[in-house]
C-alpha cells in the first residue's frame, strides 16, 4: 500500500511538472503590431542569471524597422536580429515577470514592462511609463 502511495505521488510531481515546464514564458514568440495586427518578429525570451530577457532572433515580413535607431546605449543603429529588446525581468510571486525594461525599436523610448502568461500560448506583454496603468498591452504568440 505505501508503494502505491509513493508511485502515485511520484506520477503526480511528474505531472504537475510538466504542466509548469509548458507554462513557461521562456521560448520564442511571435510579435504582433498592437496598431495594424501584423506579425513582426520573433522574439527569444531566455533566462541569465536569475533574469528574463527577449532577444529578436527573426524578422518577419511586416517589420516596421531592422535597426534599433535612437535605442540606449550599444543597441543604438545596430540590426534588430540579436538584440535584447526586453531585459531584466525578475520573477514575482503570481507567475508575473515584472520590474524590467522594453524598448521600441521604432523610436528608441524605454519603458518599464512587465510579462505574464494569458495561456500557455499566449503572451502577455505590458509597456508603461511610472505606473502599469499608464501604457499598453502587447499579445504575442508562442512559435510552434
Known amino acids: 500500500m505505501k508503494n502505491i502511495k509513493n508511485l502515485a505521488l511520484a506520477l503526480a510531481m511528474i505531472f504537475f511538472a510538466q504542466i509548469a515546464i509548458g507554462q513557461s514564458v521562456l521560448g520564442v514568440w511571435k510579435t504582433i503590431d498592437d496598431k495594424t495586427g501584423e506579425p513582426k518578429s520573433h522574439v527569444k525570451i531566455y533566462k541569465k542569471d536569475g533574469k528574463v530577457f527577449g532577444r529578436v532572433v527573426k524578422l518577419l515580413p511586416k517589420a ?17 536580429l540579436d538584440v535584447d529588446i526586453l531585459w531584466d525581468l525578475e520573477a514575482d510571486d503570481d507567475g508575473v515577470w515584472d520590474d524590467g525594461k522594453i524598448v521600441d525599436p521604432a523610436n528608441g523610448k524605454v519603458y518599464s514592462c512587465k ?3 494569458d495561456t500557455k500560448d499566449k503572451l502577455k ?3 508603461y511609463l511610472g505606473f502599469s496603468l499608464f ?5 504575442w ?3 510552434q
Do not use: A, E, F, H
Open 115 to 117: 510579462i505574464s502568461l
Open 64 to 80: 516596421t524597422t531592422s535597426t534599433c535607431d535612437g535605442c540606449p546605449g550599444d543597441k543604438n543603429g545596430k540590426s534588430l
Open 141 to 143: 504568440y508562442r512559435v
Open 135 to 139: 501604457g499598453r498591452t502587447q499579445m
Open 125 to 127: 506583454v505590458r509597456g
